[in-house]
């Protein structure tokens, strides 16, 4: 832990099977008119709008719906959600649904008393709000597992016309106020999704993971996630209705993006800008893009962090270190991360996501360049990680 | 993660060797009123007196001390506390310490404004405030590493006259506001003090993690917790003003005891239990009579939750399983945990603590009763765990 750093994550956890009790108590003390936010209305096949409208009701809230956030929520989508606020004096946003969603929210909170351009200022110039800036308050009923959005402050926007995807870690400000996580609500998700989920969660703790040399307790709490997030997806993919596994998938999610396994460390977040540019161009699920290039990309960075991937080999797999050289060891250890990217179903090359050879410059093009964890990429790195992967 | 819960930790924390520029900042928005706790003045000798003397006066804030917190923080203290904040219009309870100056002060906290009989109603009763009722913030600048009492709300205060000594966890609006976590600040304390709280440390890890048996996320993040701690705890007593391992040893005793890896569990603190008991008897350092005792209790419970501590022996303490049994991987384990504690200079025995033979049964006599973790203790089994203890 070698860094300076202040954790402040005021998000209160309604964790279990009957954590939907809990929305009454949780919505109070916010106002009366409250924005409705979810998806496709997948909510209304599986019973979960049924429940919240009846608490809504039943706690006098004035509901104003807005239905048909997509999965990668766009910038235009934003400013009707703008709209809605300001026309119906909402005071507080409920997100029903997964990352998009909750990710959604967040930006209508941010821009809703916003009088400039949201999309400069809090993407592209990743500025905060002003201290004295009015952000409304929004809550979470989660019920796919993956992004981490339900306790965090970040935000991943897209801008269709110019094929932009940037995420935006808001402050502490933008937070859920609370988030409802009820693992049997994430049982009728698609087996695609739930697996897409489980990889980003994957890729979220790697990012972390993969940078820095010290000896860091962030480090070895990541270890433990990625131990019990693999454990509980095999699981999982067998038998998706296995509560314990998809609670555990669930609650490692939650932790894998909400600061903690990050604090003291610099970071990498190389596949996420990749996986980014790679559903700008499209439309493939945000995790199936991570899990199409991780390989590809971990294969090239190795070299240079070589420790750290031996260390992951050994304590993550469970890969005996005996007989092997350090760099056996660590190749190792992406062959089992291919192995298990196989196994539960992920995406192991992202031609099956849509990509063709002629998008690869592009995509390398609206790769935002970042430092890296261990390796900064070059251009021509971008592209060899995108043709290795096809 | 079979169980239903809520998770709530609003404590902001400010961690690094500049995190004491944070203070001004985080005693912002709280009253002018400060009643400054500590213990024995090794704050006046080491400089962090005078650190947060001088913040406080840049702040404005009117001061009053109340030094001479004891290790043990005792009912009649918090008295004098209680009369403290109330001759003296007190807003705001700043303590600079260790565990017993915060457990200390969230007793004055909780007992200022309340009519009653404090002892009776939170320590013995064990019942929270009510909902209405008018409870001091308070903040903390730590300065020993161990209890976790910086982002908790446990209060553990002995009732000197009748040698009872209570644990007592209150909700969150208990818990500091903040807390400045400064490595630095704890290169100062003895080195029998610094084991002391490693071993603390390693006792509510593995208070939490030896129960339960179900595959939950909580029992990875603390084999994570306890690689880590072990690995610095090496470093340290080797080299106490090792930076990156008292920064490691101080984060790890945080989350150790903050409810995160306790979360969804039944729990097991009978180490605890038995520890308090012997302190109420002797005066001697928490974490060192839970090190006395706990071989004994391990070596006695181990055969009730046998998986576990094979699990322990191979994750936590790299032990191969190959060529053993199960009980013998179990033993390992414990051996292993036996040998750490000789390593780093923590107690293997309580006769070095002061207990003899004589005070055995009355220790058991005081031992609160708790259900335990694998297996719930008779009597019998109490004063043999302490014999076997001597």
Known sequence: MLGNFVYSNPTKLYFGEDSKKHLAEALKGYGNNVLLTYGGGSIKRNGIYDDV?????????????????????????????????????????LAVGGGSTIDYSKAVAAAANYEGDAWQTFWVEQKDPSEDAKILPIGAVLTMAGTGSEMNGGSVITNEPIKMKIGKVFD????????????????????????AGIFDTMSHIMEQYFSGDDDSTSDYLSEGL??????????????????????????????????LIGEGKTQDWMVHMIGHAISAFTHATHGMTLAGVSIAYYRLVMKYGIHRFARFAKVVWDITPEGKTEGQLANAGIDALAAW?????????????????????????????????????????????LKNSL
């Open 172 to 195: 502490d400000r933008l937070m859920p106020k609370f988030a409802i996580l009820n693992p049997k609500y994430t049982f009728s998700v698609p087996r695609n999704q739930m697996v």
């Open 53 to 93: 409208m009846s608490v809504l009701s039943e706690s006098g809230k004035k509901v104003v719906e807005l239905p048909g956030v997509m999965p990668n929520p766009t910038l235009e989508k934003v400013m009707e959600g703008v709209k809605a606020v300001r026309e119906n004096g909402i005071d507080f946003i």
């Open 226 to 259: 990625m131990r019990s997030l693999i454990a509980s997806s095999r699981v999982a993919v067998k038998d998706p209705e296995n509560y314990e596994a998809r609670s555990n998938i669930m609650w490692s999610a939650t932790w894998a993006l909400n600061t």
């Open 341 to 385: 990217i196989k196994e539960i179903g992920a995406a192991s090359d992202i031609s099956s996501l849509g990509v063709t050879e002629d998008m690869i410059e592009g995509i390398a093009n609206a790769t935002i360049d970042l430092p890296g964890g261990y390796h900064h990429l070059t251009h021509d790195e971008i592209v060899s990680v």
